[in-house]
C-alpha cells in the first residue's frame, strides 16, 4: 500500500467516524486501512448459482380422459433428472430411477388430476390428466316386455339395446306377440353407463 492510499484510508476512517490509532504497528494500521478502503467501493453482486437444464416430465397413465367405474386409478410416469421431486396432488411421491407410480382415489364425475417435477436451479414441469369416474347402472329386469318397450327402458337408464329375434322361422305361425325372454347382462348387473345390452327376444321363450 502507498503513503496516498493510507492517507485515503485515514480520511475514510474519519468521515465513518472510525480512527486509525497512531499507536498501532505499522502492520496493524495497514490492515485496518486495506479493510476500510475495501468498503469504499460498490459491493460486489451475489455470485447466482449455475443454472440446471429444465426438468423432462412424462405421465404415461393414467390416458387423459379415461372413463372408469374404479374408486382410484394409478398415476405412473417417467421425470429427469432422476434426483427431482414429483408430487401427485400436492403429496410427493418416490422417485426410483427416474420413474414414479403412486394410486389416486377418485370420485365420482371429472376428476384432474396434477403431477408436478422439480428440481434444484432447474425449470419445474407440470401436467395434469382427467378421468371420469361412472357410475355403474344396473341392467333392468326386461322378462316378458315388448322390444320396444326394452329399448325404451333401457334408454332411460342410460344404456342401448341391440335386440335380437331368437324365436325362428316356424314361430310366425304362433298367434302370440313377441317378447324379452332374457338379457346379456343379465337384470341387476351393473354396468358402464353407455353399455350394450343383448335382449333376445321370441314369442315362445
Known sequence: MTVGSLHQARRSSAALGVPIARTLPIAGRLLVAGTLLAGCGSASPPARPATAPPVH????GPSDDLATLAGDVVVSGTVAPASATVLVEGRQVPVTQGGFRTSVSI?????????????PHAAGAVAAVR?????AVAVPDLTGVSPSSASARLRAVGLTA??????GFWQALIP????????????????APGSEVQVQVAKLC
Not at 302370440?176 to 338379457?183: G, M
Request: proline share 7%; with cysteine.
Open 131 to 135: 378421468v371420469y369416474r361412472q357410475t
Open 162 to 167: 341391440k335386440v335380437n329375434d331368437t324365436g
Open 107 to 119: 370420485s365420482p364425475g371429472e376428476n384432474v388430476i396434477d403431477v408436478l417435477a422439480a428440481a
Open 176 to 191: 302370440a306377440s313377441t317378447q324379452v325372454c332374457q338379457t346379456a347382462p343379465p337384470a341387476g348387473r351393473r354396468v
Open 57 to 60: 416430465l412424462f405421465v404415461t
